[in-house]
């Protein structure tokens, strides 16, 4: 079992930077792939970054490439979502997200968090 909380959302102007963290709970936590979803209001949730267990493979999707980048500290069982050069269409809900899997990504989450809400105003 994988407990998760996101936080570091927040409201910005367009051109700023956030940084969003995700702590882990968990013994195990270096066995797991995690990633960053975001879902805008009648939207689907999309997968955003993705990372190894090992911290080691990273994905990106092609909207953010450039801007953002994933990345985790295991020994503090946390997963980080850099964010430059924040644009109006990043506005979510940004979830971080957890699964046993070597994949980048794997193709189902196990584990979710609650979500942080991040506002890019124009």
């Known amino acids: 079992q994988v407990q998760l909380v996101e936080s570091g959302g927040g409201l910005v102007q367009a051109g700023d930077s956030l940084r969003l963290s995700c702590a882990a709970s968990?013994?195990?936590?270096?066995?797991?792939?995690m990633g960053w979803f975001r879902q805008a209001p009648g939207k689907e949730r999309d997968l955003v970054a993705a990372i190894s267990p090992s911290g080691g493979r990273t994905y990106h999707r092609n909207s953010v490439k450039g801007r953002f980048t994933i990345s985790r500290d295991n020994a503090k069982n946390m997963v980080y979502l850099q964010m430059n050069s924040l644009e109006p269409e990043d506005t979510a809900v940004y979830y971080c997200?957890?699964?046993?899997?070597?994949?980048?990504?794997?193709?189902?989450?196990?584990?979710w968090g609650q979500g942080t809400q991040v506002t890019v105003s124009s």
């Open positions: 968990g013994r195990t936590f270096s066995s797991y792939g």
């Open positions: 997200a957890a699964k046993n899997s070597l994949l980048v990504p794997p193709p189902v989450y196990d584990y």
